[in-house]
Structure formats: C-alpha cells, structure tokens
C-alpha cells in the first residue's frame, strides 16, 4: 500500500526582550541558577502578572511578516497543569483568541514552491528548568526560564514529507531572526519545535491518528525524528496494529522515537480566561507603526535580487538564508563585482569556508569589498578562476588583498601569445596522438591538452587562450 | 449535563485533591448543582451579545521592557523547603 504523510508543527520561539513576559525579572541566559525570578516567577501569593509591550510588539511584527490577521483583541488563558518547573500550577497562555491568526509561509523543496499556512500564533511564558544531576537527593529546579516570553507559532497540517517539514523549520526560522523577534540559539532553547505526524493510505480524506514529537532543537533531529516515526507508525498499521495518539520523545543515540504519555492520561488543561489579565486590545495605530518600520523581507528580497541582479531563483534564495548574508552579498556587487560571479563565489568558496570553520558571514575574515577586489580580477582576466581559489585562500589565513598576493606570488595570468605558444608546441610534440584524435574529428582531445598547458606555465595561462592556440596550431 | 463518581475522581486527581470516598458522593452532588446553574445560564438567549472574558470592562495595561528585578534569591529561598547549589529541591521527577 502507499502511504501518505501528514505533518503540523508547532514551533516556540523565545522572543527578544530584556525582561520576562510578565515581570521585570532579566530573560539572559546563563545566570545562576534562580538570581533572575521575581515574585510573579516564584508564584508568590498575590503576585500579579503585568504585560511586556515589547512582546506584544514583536508578535505583532511577525503577524505582518506572514500576512496573518492580528487580533485587535486577544485572551490570555490559564493552562492548568502541575509540574514542579510551573509554581503557579498554570502557564498563562492564549487560547479562544490568540494573537495572531491565520498567514503562511512559503516553502521550496526540489525547486518546487509550496505555500503552508499558519493556524495562529500566541503569546505565552515559558516554564522552569529542571536539573536532574548534581545533586544528592530529588530534583532541582531553575526558575531563570520561567516567565521568558514565547511565540507558540503553529502551523497548519499541510507538510506531505520530513523534507517539506525541515523546509518549513528553516524557512520560520529564517524570517523570525531576520525581522529579529527571535535571536535563533537553538542550542540555547530559542527556537524548540513540535512535531505532530500521522500516516494514511495514499487518496484517503481523513487524517490517521497523530503523535506528537515533543521539543526538537534541531534540524537534522527533526528530518530524524519523522523519518522514525513514519517508519514506525507503517510497520504498525502494516502489522495490524493501530496507532494510538501519544507524545513521543526523540532519542538523536538510538534514532527512535519513544511514547512519553498516551491518551489515557493525557493532560486534561481546563483552559479558562485568566481573571488577572484583562484583554490585550491592539490599537491600528500600534499596527501601522509596526509595519512602516518592518525590513525589507526575504520573499520580497529574493524578488528584487532576480529583477535587479539577474540571478536564478535559487541564488536568491540561498543568499537571502540571513539578513546578513543578503547585506555581504549587495555590498560585494555594489564595490563592482559581477552580480552572478559575486553570486558563486558567496554560496561556493565564502560559505564553504565558513562552514568548515563554523563561522557567520559577519566573522569573515574577508571583507565584501575585498572579496569584490578578487572578483574583478577575475572579470578582466588577470588571473583565472582556479588562481583565484588559491588567492581566496591566502587572503582568507593573510588578511591581505587580493591585488597585493597576485602582486606579491607572481600569479598574473600569462596573456603573453609568444610565451604560451612555446608551451603549447613542447605540448603538442609529446602528444601526437591526441593530434590525430582531433584531426579525425574528436573535438574534444585538444581539451585534455588544456591541462597540460596551465601545468606547463604554472598556472598563469589563460585556459581559453590556450585553447585556442592549440587548437590553431593542430588547425 | 451532569458528572459520574469517575468524572469527580478526575477532576480531583487532576487538581492534586486527595478525596475519600464520603467526600466523593458529597463533591457530586455539589458540582452537579454548579452544573444545573450553568445550564440555567445557558438556557438564556444571548445572541447579539459579544463574549466577555473578563468581568471589568477594561483592557490590558503594558510596560515598557526594561528589567526592574533585583536578585533576591536568598530572600525567596530562606522560606524554601529544601535548596541545593541554588536550586529549588523537589521529591525526584521522572517522566
């Protein structure tokens, strides 16, 4: 039987602010264990919660950014359940009226666009930590955490693979940093996603049972993560089982998936209108402040850079990945590198490079101007394209530009005729076969003498110059 | 609507109430003459009338972000139970 796919996740990522959601306690991370709680954080009996306006903001930010409605009037909820990270015994949360309702987001996966829509986003803190190490008897808790404001952004179920799901997380993930609601440490907790799955038989309407995989930090986790879970849930139904709906843990060791509570003893939050928090009422005014003062957003970057620059779809999209790399990219076509070749070099060598060494484009150590210094080199033919890797290499280790190692290492291409004709001769008479190849009409065999050539010059001839040559010669 | 002796003793374990079994019989009838009040609320036409969700007419009062909160961990876990390495202790939690 075929099988289809079917995937929700919900993504909570922790807003940007100095303060927590309700209290004025600082949200950096890293602290002592329990020096930033206020009374509110603890749960202190008559302790009253009061709202951060920078949170709302930043939710409403994102609202615009995904062309969602933003609620003019939101709820915040009570969300009652007992755990020793949450003193009150509820996480205030919204449920009725969230937020944010409604947008989407556009995926691409194999070069084909797909639009997933959003149900909502909503305001909600998050809980304490809980240490279980280190200590001599029972479990420790962190209040540090509790009350950080989080986005609880959840989309609707339309991802069909784990590639469109991975797609989807990158492309949240992406816009929530770029428009800066969200500083992206995923290492840190900052952007923990949901996953719901379930399976059914390719062209059934209704939907199979759902589990859902609890808190995933990782990209690579969740492709692994659904991977083990439709395995898993197959080879049940396959086996004559059922799928019952439960929360399940990933274990990135073992690469499976594993029930943490079934529905028999699923929380039961009796959601209700917290008496404390009147309703959040967002003015017009609030909402057209901030979309005048929204960035330029990567959809419509990627736009203007095939209009502008005329670069393929897909360049485009790479190069807008951060606000960051996006700026690195337009100041090196600004200081006169060609659009396209400005293009390969950012996304082949410069991103390798900082890959390799786990680096951002804003730690490079080669600047866009001198990158675009090495680029025009190449563009009026001083050197060629596989000297300008190697100079790329000292100007990365050197920190000099790229005029100053040509200069220095002797690296000018040769455009001399006289000096590569004399090459291509010694070439010539030590491969009479590849001669009689080309005259018999093997047009390529004079290009496996390309090679010889630049090997015989060092490097310094110009490949089409020699070619050519070669090619008159043999004539 | 009305609630089962099973829907009572979940609802207790739910909110961490120990009930006996006296009690039980006693919390049903109780919550279930809460219940017969909502009905009768319910049984009142409200169409045209926009939800309330909170009991004053007033909206949301924001602050500015700004972190206001000294450290006073000491003051909060002098009253604590049980502390370790600046943690809160607790009887062992495993999910």
């Known amino acids: 039987m075929k099988w289809e796919v079917v995937i929700g996740l919900e993504v909570h990522t922790q807003l940007t602010t100095q303060s927590k959601i309700f209290s004025g306690a600082s949200t950096a991370f890293g602290a002592e264990p329990n020096t930033q709680t206020a009374v509110v954080d603890i749960a202190l009996p008559g302790a009253l919660p009061v709202m951060n306006k920078a949170a709302v903001e930043k939710a409403i930010q994102f609202g615009l950014a995904i062309g969602a409605k933003v609620n003019r009037r939101s709820v915040f909820a009570r969300k009652n359940y007992f755990y020793p990270d949450l003193p009150k015994g509820y996480q205030i949360s919204q449920f009725e009226l969230p937020v944010v309702e409604g947008g989407a987001i556009t995926i691409n996966v194999d070069g084909v666009d797909k639009v997933i829509n959003l149900t909502r986003a909503h305001l909600e803190e998050d809980a304490g930590k809980s240490v279980h190490e280190g200590l001599h008897d029972g479990t420790g808790i ?85 991977a083990a879970e439709v395995r898993y849930q197959i080879e049940l139904i396959e086996d004559g089982g059922k799928v019952q709906q439960a929360t399940v843990l990933f274990n990135p060791d073992t690469g499976e998936t594993r029930a943490m509570r079934s529905k028999e003893d699923a929380h039961d939050y009796r959601y209700f209108p917290d008496p404390d928090l009147p309703p959040l009422v967002i003015g017009e005014d609030w909402i057209e402040r901030v979309r005048s003062a929204l960035p330029e957003l990567p959809a419509t970057m990627q736009t203007r850079f095939v209009g502008v620059y005329g670069i393929p779809a897909y360049d485009a999209v790479t190069l807008t990945a951060s606000k960051a790399l996006a700026a690195y990219y337009e100041a090196t076509v600004a200081a006169g590198a060609d659009a396209k070749l400005a293009s ?96 018999s009409g093997k047009e390529k065999a004079l290009n496996a003498l390309v090679g010889q050539v630049m090997k015989g010059s060092g490097g310094k001839a110009n490949p089409a110059m020699a070619l050519e040559l070669l090619k008159k010669k043999v004539g | ?70 450290d006073r961990r000491d003051a909060f876990q002098a009253v604590a139970p049980a502390v370790e390495n600046g943690l809160y202790l607790v009887p062992r939690v495993i999910e």
């Not at chain 2, 919550?31 to 004053?56: C, K």
Request: charged letters at 25%; glycine letters at 4%; one cysteine or more.
């Open chain 1, 142 to 226: 962190d209040l540090n955490r509790a009350g950080t404001p989080l986005l609880e952004i959840v989309s609707e179920p339309e991802m069909r693979s784990a590639a469109e799901a991975v797609a989807y997380a990158k492309a949240l993930y992406s816009l929530v940093t770029w428009i800066g609601i969200c500083d992206g440490n995923m290492q840190e907790g900052s952007f923990r996603c949901d996953v719901n799955v379930s399976v059914r038989p390719q062209g059934q309407a209704e939907f199979g049972t759902r589990r859902e995989i609890k808190n995933l930090n990782s990209f690579k986790f969740i492709e692994q993560a659904i």
């Open chain 1, 344 to 439: 390969n070099w950012i996304m082949g060598d410069i991103s390798a490079t900082l890959n390799r060494e786990e680096k951002d484009i804003s730690a490079s150590p080669v600047s866009s101007e001198a990158l675009a210094g090495l680029i025009k080199r190449v563009m009026d033919s001083t050197i060629n394209n596989k000297t300008a890797k190697d100079v790329l290499r000292k100007m990365w280790d050197e920190g000099l530009a790229a005029d100053a190692i040509i200069e220095r290492d002797g690296l000018k291409q040769e455009t001399d005729t006289g000096a590569i004709e004399a090459i291509v001769d010694a070439v010539l008479a030590a491969n009479p076969k590849a001669i009689e190849e080309y005259r």
């Open chain 2, 1 to 70: 609507m009305s609630l089962s002796l099973d829907d009572v003793k979940r609802i207790a374990r739910l909110a961490r109430i120990a009930v006996t079994d006296d009690e039980l019989a006693a919390s049903q009838t109780q919550l279930n003459r809460i219940l017969t009040l909502i009905d009768e609320m319910r049984a009142v036409d409200t169409t045209g009338i926009a939800p309330m969700s909170h009991a004053q007419d007033m909206q949301l009062r924001l602050r500015d972000d700004a972190v206001t909160a000294a």
